[in-house]
């Protein structure tokens, strides 16, 4: 279990002052290490709990080019074989399971190499290359994600507690909070919190800033 975090706004440094913010709300998911990543437009945090490459597995991670970055939550089972296929076109620098995000991106996109991905994750993907930031959620939703956006930001985290440390005003979401007391059942797009969503299950948030996120069903 880790917790991840990404904020796009063109304003650094109140960008940087709520990703720390709503990183220190994700300690109890990652108390081992955290790292961060900012450009221009985007800052990235992940929370890690150490599982695969204890030792050199700090994320969030760039590529060799630096032009894409990943910060994952979760477990992608079959790694091993996806880092052997890339073996030769590849240097990964970690070992962790998470950074064959990156070689199976530049090779298939967004929307391709979900078809190698077997497991249970929530990872956002920035490709500087075009200001894009992907966030994604596993085909049956064990892994959080969360998401925030109006006209001067968009914030995504691993739990909607992160996202109002970043002073978005916690307020009940009425249509989630009666199914929930009626049917015991939630919207699987919707929180408990008004204005705070969820990526679906086997769903991709595209973000670029100044425009509103857009879904994809791969």
């Not at 006209?151 to 691993?158: E, F, P, V, Y």
Request: proline share 4%.
């Amino acid at each position: 279990m880790c917790g991840i975090t990404a904020i796009i706004s063109s304003d650094k440094r109140l960008r940087n002052n709520l990703l720390h913010n709503a990183l220190k709300t994700l300690e109890l998911r990652g108390p081992d290490e955290h790292g961060i990543w900012d450009d221009e437009l985007v800052s990235i945090g992940h929370r890690r709990l150490s599982v695969m490459g204890p030792t050199n597995g700090k994320q969030p991670i760039s590529s060799q080019c630096g032009q894409i970055v990943v910060a994952c939550n979760g477990e992608l089972y079959d790694y091993k074989k996806l880092r052997d296929d890339f073996s030769y076109e590849y240097h990964f620098k970690t070992e962790s399971d998470s950074e064959v995000l990156i070689p199976l991106y530049l090779r298939h996109g967004i929307e391709g190499m979900m078809k190698y991905l077997i497991g249970e994750f929530a990872f956002v993907l920035y490709d500087k290359r075009i200001d894009t930031l992907y966030a994604v959620r596993d085909r049956f939703g064990i892994k959080p994600l969360c998401w925030f956006h109006d006209k001067t930001r968009t914030i995504i985290a691993s739990k909607a507690k992160a996202i109002m440390a970043c002073g978005i005003t916690a307020e009940w979401d009425s249509i989630s909070l009666m199914q929930s007391l009626s049917m015991h059942y939630q919207p699987t797009d919707r929180t408990m919190f008004a204005k705070i969503k969820q990526v679906e299950p086997g769903h991709i948030l595209v973000c670029k800033e100044g425009t509103p996120p857009k879904t994809i069903k791969y």
